[in-house]
Every structure is written in structure tokens, then in C-alpha cells.
């Protein structure tokens, strides 16, 4: 008789999940951005909510929680009712480093379920144009004949900028004093306005400044030059070989989200990124597209593990403070 009890309730239950996954999404969705509005996690999110909302048929709204380095955006999200409707938007800073920096109130792989994989993009060396240095070689000789440490604007502890300054101060051996933003959209404007010296952004952020000839560019992190932007010298070339970084983004759900959701939100993930509208906007931005292979799930999660595997040593190493 227990035995029958317990068959009813498991279908019951079945049926409930079924019909759940079948009807999602049946009112709009949030995709949570740990960064201020204008920045480039902000920019990427709205392209694809734009994207994502005809497939799932539902508004998806992207609402900006910001502060500690994103940390306090992907914690709203984790603590959300795992039905799918809260999506956490992050990065190799949000996602990866940031478990290495903060006393997290979640644990980044026990309390998250990965959805996909987004698109990419190299950093890129910044300057307010007051900076008297015209390539990467005099603007490490300006770094170091400072009295002073020069400026950098970042993220917070623990977000992509500051991630990559620390490795910039790391490869170049110049100091520099971060500054602290809310994300680098309210950076950036500073460094239009010459409050800052320094960013070592993503280049998604930076490029449009760059075109528009508002701050200067130095290097992008990675061995060849960018096509979108072929007149900005590789790290390589101009003087710091080896100094690579790519920061990549991703969508989680908080854990125990149903699998048919987790599928339904990747597919719709899936299909804003195979859309050539979509893939014409972020590569404008410098952004490059996941391979096919990584698109599930699954590769999300074993790329994060195998990046919290390579950074959080080199973190703990640094021992990075919150400031
Ligand atoms: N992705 C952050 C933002 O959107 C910036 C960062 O991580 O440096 O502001």
C-alpha cells in the first residue's frame, strides 16, 4: 500500500514538473546583471534578452544589482526560487574569481545550475588622452617614472578590470591604485572626463570610446590584433608578450531549477547567438562567439570549474584585498 502511495506521489510530482517546463515561461523573466547599466555585462544581456524574448514569448527584463564586485547581483539571484524566472548573468569575475575574494554567502557550483556559455572578448589597455604616453612601451615608462601610482578605474574586487590590472601590475611590474565603480560603465565615463588615468576593460566597453577618439588604446590582451579594431597593436607586438586574457560571460539559474527549463532557456540562449543580427552587434563590440561545442550546459559547468582550477591560486597568491 506504502509502495502504491509512494508511485502516485512520484507521478504526480512527474506530471507537476512536466507541465511546469511545458508552460514556461507563462510570465516575463529576469536576467539579473551584477554590473551598472551602460557597461558591457549590461550591453550583452540586453542584446540577447531582446533576442531571447521571441523564442520564449515572454518579456525578459534585465535588472541591474550592483556592488562588491557583482557579488551582491549573483547572490539576489542564487537566494531566487529555482522555477527559472531569475536568471544570474555573470563572468570569469563574477563566477570564478570572486569565490577566491569574498566571504560568499553561496557556493558557486553547489548553489548555481550553469544554462550556456556567452560570447567573449580580449581586454584592452586604456587611457584618459591627457596621458603623455602614445604606445605601450612609453605608457610603462610613464607607470613607472610616477611618484605616485597612476589611477585605474575597475569594477570592484574581484570583477574583470581588477583582475586584469592586478595581472597587468603582475607582468609589467608597474603599480597602479584601483579605483572602484559600481562596473565600468561609471569608469569609463571618469576616464572620458580625465578623473582616472587607467583601464584595463574589456574591450566591448572601450571600443566605441577608442573609435570616437575620447581615451586612448594601447594593446588588446592576446597574441594577434583584433579584426574589429585591426589598428590597435596585440599585447604581443607592443611589448608584453604573454600577458593573455579572455574574459567570457555566462547565464545560471539558482540549483534545483528543473532540467526541462535549464534546456528551454538554453536553446532560447542558443538561438539569440546563431541569430546574424545578434552576432553582427557583439562582434562590432570586439565580442566573439562560444564554439558549438561548448553550447550546453554541461560545458559551462566544467569550463567554470577548470577556470576556478586556474585562477583561484594565482588570487590566493596575490591576496587580494576588498577594499
Ligand atoms: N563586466 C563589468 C561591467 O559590466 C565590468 C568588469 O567586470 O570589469 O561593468
Redesign the pocket.
Known sequence: MRRVACLVVAALLALTFAARAETFPSRPITII?P??AG?????MARILAERMKLSLGQAVLIENVTGA??SIGVGRAVHAAADGYTISFG?L??HVCNGAIYKLSYDLIADLEPVALLPSNPMIIVSRNGVPAKSLAELLAWLKSRPTPATAG??GAG????I?GLYFEQVSGAKLQFVP?????P?LSDLVGGQIDLIV??TS?SINQVRAGTIRAYAVTQAARLAQAPDIPAVDEAGLPGFHMT?W?GLWVPKGTPDEIVARLNAATEEALSDPAVQKQMENLGLQMPDKDKANPEALGAWQKAEIAKWWPLIQAADVKVE
Open positions: 546583471v554590473f551598472s557597461g558591457p555585462s549590461d550591453a564586485g557583482g563572468h569575475g563574477t575597475t569594477a570583477s574583470g578590470s581588477h586584469a565603480y559600481r562596473g565600468t560603465a569608469a576593460d574589456q566597453n574574459l560571460s
